[in-house]
């Protein structure tokens, strides 16, 4: 009997048996546990005809919208084509157009790419290729980034969620604040970092956008101590910032570029490192050699088709431009709405990498709720807001993973004008009942001690 009940309850739910309770657990909790039929554009359509907004894009992997029909096109017709998908005997024409346009487009010192299926494998790409290319061991990061969750990436990372438990990490990794020229140059002056990593602008730890002069003058710091500059773009790359790199926003030519996410549209997983080829030429540097660093599925021509038709889809419908115009308007309608509520903090972005900071209230009526949803967990506040978006007002969001009382703002590039409306509707709804009625925070506190009692 009760091996058939447990057989059925399988069948039902693989996922929640065989893959990841507790996430299914975490969205239950939040009421997000629904399904999906059908994505496009920035529109997600649910199982029960719901139409839910996109206002996180999947964490910047949808610059062109779900599903776009041109790619999933392309995709169909390089399936079709049965051509050498992934043999790995043979040099890829795919790999070799793509790169040449990664390169022309990102221009200054970047002459080479590397392909991967993923961000962190591209950190861990950086990482080989600084210390060989330099002949030191140490990597110096931001305090504060996100450059994700295997071990090399793990260690460069200050936030100890990521990384309790998981250690030891690599050796001979240390960080510097963001944004922090003094603290940088002591640590450079030592010229035992082989690079410093970072991100142009900080998007786990609350949309960071640097001064104008940070980046330039890190660079003359690197390049006056025989560091590389490594830029980790896998959030800020292809035009998500209104430019196709944010590093070009600020006028520097970093050694190597970590691209992924919106690279290959969403569709197949895919990574790239642009490099100089002075980086390339030392790891590569002989015959021998010649596969010296490589990875399964790098140049698969899925992934490198995808890259190619999600370039021709920026290009041609100038989602670059719409990114910078969409995210001035956002940012400008969110600052006039929500600036006047006592827990507003700054209203903050680039193109449509956007931040809403919350910030602790103030007044006693605001005050004791919010003690109690900190004392509950850090998070639960932000969640809250998340839920309500999506319950209410049919928009999907992210609190950031670095700093839980940052809400991001960052849909498809293709996000339309009403669109952005139901948005900043939605949005001004959610801060209006956190500061005008009970409802926002009795619920969510009933919510945060059911979590609490499961635990
Ligand atoms: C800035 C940044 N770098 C690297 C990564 C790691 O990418 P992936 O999850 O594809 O390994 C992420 C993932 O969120 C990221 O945001």
């Not at 196709?244 to 970590?258: I, K, N, Q, T, W």
């Not at 197949?268 to 030392?282: G, K, N, Q, R």
């Amino acid at each position: 009997m009760l091996q058939n009940a447990l057989a059925d309850y399988r069948v039902v739910n693989p996922y929640d048996h065989y893959v990841n309770p507790q996430w299914v657990r975490f969205l239950d909790v939040l009421q997000m546990n629904v399904g999906y039929a059908r994505c496009r554009g920035a529109e997600l359509h649910t199982t029960d005809g719901r139409v839910i907004l996109d206002f996180i894009s999947g964490y910047c992997v949808h610059n062109i919208g779900h599903n776009h029909p041109r790619l999933v096109d392309a995709l169909k017709q390089e399936l079709d084509a049965c051509g050498p998908a992934m043999l790995q005997s043979h040099v890829s024409d795919l790999a070799g157009q793509l790169a040449e346009r990664l390169c022309q487009q990102a221009g200054g010192r970047l002459a080479k790419a590397f392909f991967a299926s993923s961000g962190s494998e591209g950190v861990e790409t950086v990482i080989k290729f600084a210390r060989a290319h330099t002949g030191r061991a140490g990597i110096l990061y931001a305090e504060g980034g996100f450059h994700g969750l295997t071990c090399g990436a793990l260690s460069l990372m200050s936030n100890p969620f990521w990384t309790e438990r998981f250690g030891p990490l690599l050796p001979a990794t240390e960080s510097v604040p963001f944004g922090d020229l003094d603290a940088l140059a002591k640590k450079l002056a030592k010229k035992s970092f082989a690079a410093f990593v970072l991100e142009p602008v900080q998007a786990e730890s609350g949309v960071l956008v640097p001064p104008n002069d940070y980046l330039p003058k890190v660079q003359e710091l690197c390049r006056r101590y025989g560091t590389l500059l490594v830029l980790d773009e896998v959030q800020t790359g292809l035009h998500r910032t209104g430019r196709f790199l944010a590093s070009h926003h600020f006028g520097v030519e970093p050694d190597m570029v970590v691209l992924a996410k919106a690279l290959s549209g969403g569709l197949v997983p895919s990574s790239a490192v642009l490099m100089s080829d002075a980086v390339y030429h030392t790891v590569f540097n002989s015959l021998r050699r010649a596969i010296i660093h490589t990875s399964t599925y790098s140049e698969n021509s899925l992934a490198m088709r995808a890259g190619l038709t999600t370039l021709d889809i920026l290009e041609d419908e100038k989602l670059g431009q719409r990114a910078a115009a969409m995210g001035e308007r956002l940012r400008h309608a969110l600052v006039d709405r929500l600036s006047g509520y006592e827990m507003i903090g700054e209203i903050r972005g680039i193109g449509l990498l956007n931040a809403i900071e919350f910030r602790a209230p103030r007044s006693g009526m605001l005050k004791l709720p919010f003690l109690a949803f900190t004392r509950i967990h850090p998070a639960l506040f932000g969640q809250m807001l998340i839920m309500n978006l999506f319950n209410k007002h049919g928009i999907l969001s992210q609190i950031c993973g670095n700093n839980f009382m940052v809400l991001k703002v960052a849909p498809p590039l293709v996000v339309d004008d009403a669109q952005i409306d139901h948005y900043l509707a939605a949005i001004t709804k959610v801060v209006d009942s956190i500061h005008t009625s009970n409802a926002f925070w009795t619920e969510a506190l009933s919510i945060g001690r059911r979590v609490l009692s499961s635990i």
